[in-house]
């Protein structure tokens, strides 16, 4: 079976998902690593690769490509809730939180190539690659991403424009 048919078995019929049943999507998903690599973009717009490759009203599906010493910027998913898993490197994924207006980083974490990560609704994130080699990971999110905010680092003072 080729990607798009798990995607489409798996997340194809999900209505309005909780967290939970896109986790488990992901689960039954088979080993990806030869099954994503038609669908990893290099770079373009933005500093690293991304490729929606499924959508429907429900649930969007994107592979991103976040190479080596790349970050995206911080940002939230707007009124969507997601989850992804890491297929190729390692990713590190920074989680903040609001603090009187300003937003600070509440914590890190390395999430390895097989790993999950979940992104409940409201989450504010950065995810970056301090390794060598690229990172590739498969994002779901329901309902699809819409008005996505972005957020000022207040280390660097700087926002950047992406869309993760």
Known sequence: ?????????????????????????LKRFPELSDLIQPFITDP???????????????????????????????????????CAMVVEGKLLNSIYRTNENQIERAKAYIVQKGDFLISPQGLIHKMGNPHTERMISLHVYSPPLFNMSNYKD???????????
Do not use: C, W
């Not at 194809?12 to 939970?20: D, I, Q, R, V």
């Not at 207040?154 to 993760?164: G, L, W």
């Open 1 to 25: 079976m080729k990607l798009l048919d798990y995607i489409h078995q798996q997340l194809g019929k999900l209505k309005n998902p909780t967290l939970k049943e896109l986790g488990t999507a």
């Open 44 to 82: 373009d717009q933005f500093p690293y690769g991304r490729n929606v490759i499924y959508l429907n009203e429900h649930v969007e599906v994107l592979v991103i490509n976040l190479p080596p010493h790349v970050e995206t910027a911080i940002h939230d998913h707007g009124q969507s809730l997601g």
């Open 154 to 164: 207040q280390q660097t003072n700087e926002i950047i424009t992406d869309f993760v």
